[in-house]
């Protein structure tokens, strides 16, 4: 939206490389390290942008949008990420239901904070709930866009 394509693939390269080699371990420690920050800071705004959303998308609904914004700022920097747990939070919150919680890579237990006071077992219920708020807040962030856009273009 701001930068264009440029800025778009620089995201995406960010994005890439701390998939790649974004690790907490010897071999990828300094170059790691730095791919990791990059991707934190390309995306901190659209995070917070997100959980907004999540938040905008409960209201519309009429569910619980109080909760999902409570359940954000209560929980969402309980992760080490300073931008994965917001939108998680502000869902867990949304559907009163409970993410996160244990995890295993490559067959090594990690132990994550909860986010949400709800239930844990998921229904499909919440399930097509969460897609509505998926495609609900795309849409949403597609129209922003587009508004920025023609305001760009004409102003």
């Known amino acids: 939206m701001i930068g264009g394509a440029p800025l778009a693939l620089a995201f995406k390269a960010a994005s890439t490389l701390d998939s790649m080699v974004g690790y907490k371990n010897e071999r990828y420690r300094d170059f790691g390290w730095a791919s990791a920050r990059l991707d934190d800071l390309w995306n901190y705004i659209p995070a917070r942008l ?37 939108p998680q939070a502000a869902l867990a919150g949304a559907l009163r239901i409970r993410l996160g919680g244990p995890v295993s890579y490559g067959g090594v237990r990690k132990e994550k904070p909860f ?12 399930y097509k ?5 998926l495609y609900g807040s795309s849409a949403a962030m597609a129209v922003l866009v587009l508004v920025v856009r023609l305001i760009q273009y004409y102003w």
Do not use: C, H
């Open 50 to 86: 997100t959980a907004w959303l999540i938040v905008a998308m409960a209201l519309v609904r009429g569910w619980d949008w109080r909760a999902a914004r409570q359940t954000w700022r209560r929980d969402g920097r309980k992760y080490p990420s300073p931008n994965a747990g917001l």
């Open 115 to 126: 986010l949400g006071d709800g239930n844990s077992e998921i229904t499909f219920t919440e």
């Open 129 to 133: 709930q969460t897609i509505f708020i």
